[in-house]
């Protein structure tokens, strides 16, 4: 299983970036260095029904990308949040997918956050990474 490394900091932001966009579903960047995340930026969702669906819209991402580089950081993946859902890619995430990506989940709710897993594809489909400090 492959491994993905928050930093403590870029963790609770993580958090408090999902809950926040609680009942919609946020996203956002994972950037970092080498293959730790140091930073989590939110990005606009930009799906037409944000209660079911994420969408980076192809402008902001390509900006973040060059304020990303601009600071020395790399994007390691991108994180999104399941409203009142498992933290569980959808055929959707699947679909929309990049190898070499990782791909953070978090599950969100009316009391707070559920759930905080990882997925990189390989083959095809998702498989699940540890999340470790
Ligand atoms: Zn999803």
Do not use: K
Request: hydrophobic share 45%; net charge negative.
């Amino acid at each position: 299983m492959s491994e993905l490394t928050i930093a403590a900091a870029a963790r609770a932001r993580l958090l408090e970036l999902a809950q926040a966009a609680y009942p919609e579903e946020g996203c956002g960047l994972l950037l970092g260095v080498g293959a730790r995340v140091e930073q989590v930026w939110a990005l606009a969702n930009a799906a037409a029904d944000r209660r079911r669906h994420y969408r980076l819209d192809p402008i902001e991402y390509m900006r973040a990308e060059q304020r990303a580089d601009a600071a020395g950081l790399r994007v390691l993946g991108i994180w999104h949040s399941h409203p009142d859902a498992e933290p569980v890619p959808s055929a959707q995430d699947l679909a929309d997918a990049w190898p070499g990506w990782s791909y953070v989940i978090v599950g969100t709710s009316a009391a707070g956050v559920t759930g905080l897993r990882s997925w990189r594809l390989r083959d095809g489909e998702f498989l699940e990474e540890v999340i470790s400090p």
